[in-house]
């Protein structure tokens, strides 16, 4: 089979036939696809509209839905391909009516509920239309044999490289951000493994479950990265205990890729592409086995980046940003086209959920008023998790910020309150995202307060939390104190081109490795299972339930990355703008260049260091993940599995 087309940037990979196969930099990134010119067939998904007004999903509150055999509200979600497309949905009947856009999905503490997934991506089937008792238990897939290669990776460690071939025809459920047990939504199972092609998930959300702003979406191994970035991305909400802000003041603000994807600027040449993509992997072909290096787990030296500065004619900038090489895939607002336009009503408190819903691109993201001043944000959660730690009144207390890192996954509940006419105007604004990519100024959403005066005002009574005050500066305090109480952990993000050999393709690998050890070896994504078991035998890290550790995210990479482990939230030492923050997934800055007179095409990189704190004192026992969020990076090995004992 010819290599997909994979979509540039996001890496999502698609059949699409109009395909134009340009590249992305330093030879990170594989072929990719335009698609924007492809005709839009009205499939399962729906037609492809191009409104530019929010349109927010569906709210599906769980206590409202149907009743399963078993006796428990479920929602059934069946996956479609729109065929010879990219899009991916998810399409459910809800009061009668069918949807093809991810619903919101409404939780409250100590619910149960059932969320059966259907896979209908490449035939019908009969999940949605047969009793919950009739569907089997899902069970992992195990991956196809393949060869061990060995490669020569940092520092001079050997790498274990087994090529896996990704596809999206598979797909199952993943709740990030929660905190119950990894059996209740285990990401190992996939709806392939039954004659039917589905999975039912039986979920109890937590009592301690902070109440925010979660997401859903499949996570099955090669999969992920195409099928979220192709729509299969929707909110779950835990609404507080008792509501602080009516459900119309609240606004669900989802920031996907526009489908059928388009580019912002124009693609590099097929021909850059391939030179860059060859210059890379001869590079890491002819490495020849050294002796490992001595090295500071936590403090790790300057190393050689595995891609090429320049290749084909074109040369990326010294600062390894390049706006002209790299073009971004355009977003949307809830599906609109940016700018996108919001009314809210005046004088009433509203709450705005900012999700970064797109597979692959970070964006650093600022408000400003008509005038063009920036304003800040008034935070009251991230991540889930309410900024002030209050579970029972989480609007009540908020941050300032001025400028909000949302790396993908990455969610912000923002307070606004507008007088008559008022605009406020939300960017994504330009930072380096390494690897040739310069991410650029766009204009995403305008909102205008309407004129309605006759109407009641709504004012939420919320007050500033100094960033002392919050329970992330005072974990951090706690361990800081404590030093003796802590375990360190270096957490390595590494990434290469290799070349073709004998059956296997060239490829990309991706690995993020526990270095703290130097035995360490970067190998592949590769669960094992004993027989009959649902969670695998070979955790890569094995944690007691009531440690504490700190880890160090080293970016050894030229180009950012997105941290995050699944069943918690953490605390990130420094956020984007300096200050601690309980979060569950981070953004892992790039690495800084540095010359390398012995080479100046493969200049060395002084890796970044990014510290969270994970407390592992209220985790259930269990077998999970921790990966990249960037899915294109996931989906190709970077990922690691941890068990808590
Ligand atoms: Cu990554």
């Known amino acids: 089979m010819e290599p997909r087309n994979c979509h540039i940037k996001t890496g ?12 992305c930099t330093a030879g990170l990134m594989p072929y990719t696809t335009l698609a924007a010119s492809a005709p839009a067939a009205a499939g399962a998904c729906g037609p492809v509209t191009h409104s530019r007004d929010v349109d927010a999903p569906q709210a599906v509150d769980m206590w409202d839905a149907p009743v399963d055999a078993s006796g428990e509200h479920e929602l059934i979600l069946a996956v479609h391909q729109d065929e010879g497309g990219d899009r991916f949905c998810y399409v459910y009947r809800w009061h009668g009516v069918v949807h093809s856009v991810a619903p919101a999905i409404h ?9 059966r997934i259907v896979n209908d991506i490449n035939s019908q089937s009969p999940g949605e239309s047969v009793p919950s008792t009739a569907i089997p238990p899902c069970k992992p897939m195990r991956m196809t044999q393949a060869p061990v290669q060995h490669w020569i990776g940092y520092l001079n460690h050997v790498i274990d490289d087994r090529y ?3 596809m999206d025809v598979d797909t199952n459920l993943h709740l990030h951000g929660f905190e119950g047990p990894a059996s209740e939504e285990n990401v190992f199972l996939s709806t392939l493994s039954t004659p039917m092609h589905a999975c039912e998930y039986r979920i109890t959300i937590p009592l301690t479950q902070p109440p925010g702003t979660y997401l859903y979406h499949p996570h099955a191994h090669g999969a992920a990265d195409d099928e979220l970035g192709g729509g299969l991305v929707g909110v779950w909400i835990v609404d507080p205990d008792s509501p602080q802000i009516p459900r119309a003041d609240q606004h669900v603000l989802l920031l996907r890729y526009r489908l059928p994807i388009a580019l912002d600027m124009q693609p590099p040449s ?42 084909g004619g074109i040369a990326l900038s010294r600062s390894g940003c390049n706006s002209n090489i790299i073009p971004e895939p355009d977003i949307s607002v809830d599906g609109a086209d940016t700018p996108a336009t919001l009314e809210i009503p005046a004088n009433r408190t509203q709450l705005l959920r900012l999700v970064n819903a797109t597979s692959d691109s970070s964006k650093l993201l600022r408000i400003r008023d008509v005038l063009g001043h920036v304003l800040p944000f008034r935070i009251v959660e991230r991540d889930g998790v309410p900024v002030s730690g209050d579970m029972q009144h989480p609007l009540s207390r908020y941050i300032a910020m001025k400028e909000l890192m949302l790396s993908p996954m990455s969610r912000a509940a923002v307070l606004l309150t507008a007088a008559p006419g008022a605009t406020f105007t939300i960017s994504s604004e330009p930072f380096c995202a390494g690897g040739g990519t310069i991410e650029l100024h766009h204009d995403l959403l305008q909102i205008t307060a309407d004129s309605d005066t006759q109407r009641q005002a709504h004012r939420l009574h919320a007050t500033h939390i100094t960033v002392s005050d919050t329970p992330a500066a005072k974990l951090l305090a706690w361990v800081r104190a404590n030093p003796k109480r802590i375990r360190r952990r270096a957490i390595t993000f590494t990434q290469y081109r290799f070349p073709e050999r004998g059956k296997i393709p060239g490829h990309l690998a991706f690995y993020i490795t526990d270095t703290t050890n130097p035995d360490f070896h970067e190998h592949s994504f590769w669960p094992d299972y004993r027989p009959g078991e649902t969670e695998p035998s070979n955790p890569d890290i094995v944690v007691k339930q009531g440690s504490i550790e700190v880890w160090y995210l080293i970016n050894a990479t030229d180009e950012n990355h997105a941290f995050h482990i699944h069943q918690m939230a953490f605390v990130q030492e420094k956020d984007y703008t300096g200050i601690p923050a309980t979060l569950d997934t981070v953004f892992v800055p790039v690495g800084r260049l540095l010359p390398d007179p012995r080479d100046p095409n493969y200049p060395l990189i002084k890796p970044s260091i990014t510290r969270v704190i994970l ?17 294109f990076h996931e989906d190709r090995g970077m990922m690691g599995i941890i068990r808590v004992e």
Not at 12 to 23: E, P, S
Not at 615 to 631: A, E, K, S, Y
Request: with cysteine.
């Open 12 to 23: 999502r990979c698609t059949f699409a036939t109009l395909a134009l196969m340009i590249l």
């Open 107 to 115: 939780v409250r503490r100590g619910e149960h509920f059932a969320i």
């Open 164 to 166: 896996f071939e990704v």
């Open 270 to 311: 097929q021909a850059s592409v391939k030179s860059f993509a060859l210059a890379a992997a001869t590079h890491a072909g002819a490495l020849k086995p050294g002796s490992a290096v001595h090295y500071d787990p936590f403090n790790p030296p300057a190393w050689p980046i595995t891609h090429p500065l320049r290749a």
């Open 615 to 631: 407390d592992f004192r209220h985790v259930p026992r269990g077998t999970f993940v921790f990966h990249c969020h960037m899915l």
